[in-house]
T-cell receptor, first 114, second 112 residues
């Protein structure tokens, strides 16, 4: 049972354009969501997060949108740069669970074309 | 600067060997996690620990055990390595709710 889903395994975008990565979840108890970026042979690095009391959070070129009614979040990268080429994972946790564990999606490989 | 350090970047082990993967964090975090990453499957939680000597199974604990004798150190043990345990193993730590997890650099384990 995949509680966090990233249905697009890959995405290609031209440099300078917007990249939109999507993530869906099924567990209504999730209340904190994050995006991580991962390069090959390295650990994931944290990009941006959002709590369920918000519907948008921005940090520089990165914006995360949360639609609770649709159980959907998205990451927008504007403008996209070749260095953004990596695998992106969304993750979710439920603060009421008491365990603070994250459930991750399967990842989307973003390729930014110069 | 926050740091999670895994003892090895690359390991090659033989089938049936007992394998220890070590992880150390310097942030005084209560919560530590072991994930494995496989193509098309994302990051799957093996075990986690929310305090010294406390542990809980994640989604795929079979064939693994863990040890947390000190707050800063969380070890993953493959009791008898098998080829289907060939994977990238990632350790993470986290302070608590509403915070991000910090990951180590990963250990690429190959079982032959």
């Amino acid at each position: 049972d995949q509680q966090v889903k990233q249905n697009s395994p890959s995405l290609s975008v031209q440099e300078g354009r917007i990249s939109i990565l999507n993530c869906d979840y099924t567990n209504s108890m999730f209340d904190y969501f994050l995006w991580y970026k991962k390069y090959p042979a390295e650990g994931p690095t944290f990009l941006i997060s959002i709590s369920s009391i918000k519907d948008k959070n921005e940090d520089g070129r990165f914006t995360v949108f949360l639609n609770k009614s649709a159980k959907h979040l998205s990451l927008h990268i504007v403008p996209s740069q070749p260095g953004d080429s990596a695998v992106y994972f969304c993750a979710a946790s439920a603060s009421t669970s008491g365990t603070y564990k994250y459930i991750f999606g399967t990842g989307t490989r973003l390729k930014v074309l110069a | 600067d926050v740091k999670v350090t895994q003892s090895s970047r690359y390991l090659v082990k033989r089938t049936g060997e007992k394998v220890f993967l070590e992880c150390v964090q310097d942030m005084d975090h209560e919560n530590m996690f072991w994930y494995r990453q496989d193509p098309g499957l994302g990051l799957r939680l093996i075990y986690f620990s929310y305090d010294v000597k406390m542990k809980e199974k994640g989604d795929i604990p079979e064939g693994y055990s863990v040890s947390r004798e000190k707050k800063e150190r969380f070890s993953l043990i493959l009791e008898s390595a098998s080829t289907n345990q060939t994977s990238m193993y990632l350790c993470a730590s986290r302070l608590g709710a509403w915070t991000e997890a910090f990951f180590g650099q990963g250990t690429r384990l190959t079982v032959v």
